[in-house]
């Protein structure tokens, strides 16, 4: 079971953190995909981190602004935006894949995914 949170709303420039925390599957065997919707929009991967948690890959459109990060502890990965713009509006889930290579991939079938949280970036 995946549960995301700290989704809301935020002026452009700001910034959120999300968390996804995971029960029932073990973090180190695992991709965490970070997803999200638009209204009228189709589903876009946004940043991935790999099962080790050393290292992500993400869209072009938030590099340099969206960071990925992982506590195994308390078997969470959190999703650090920011500088946000209106474009980055949507609803925002976490998805699990069980992949071990290092680089991950956005583009492959995820298995698990959390019921999203809303975020919404305006003035």
């Known amino acids: 079971q995946l549960v995301e949170s700290g989704g809301g709303k935020v002026q452009p420039g700001g910034s959120l953190r999300l968390s996804c925390t995971v029960s029932g599957l073990n973090l180190e065997n695992y991709v965490i995909g970070w997803f999200r919707q638009a209204p009228g929009k189709e589903r876009e991967g946004v940043i991935c981190?790999?099962?080790?948690?050393?290292?992500?890959n993400s869209v072009d459109s938030v590099k340099g602004r969206f960071t990925v990060s992982r506590d195994n502890a308390r078997k969470t990965v959190y999703l650090q935006m920011n500088s946000l713009k209106p474009e980055d509006t949507g609803v925002y889930f976490c998805?699990?894949?069980?992949?071990?290579?290092?680089?991950?991939?956005?583009?492959?079938?995820?298995?698990?995914w959390g019921q999203g949280t809303q975020v919404t970036v305006s003035s």
């Open positions: 981190l790999n099962a080790r948690g050393d290292s992500s």
């Open positions: 998805a699990a894949d069980r992949y071990s290579s290092y680089k991950c991939r956005l583009g492959r079938t995820f298995d698990y």
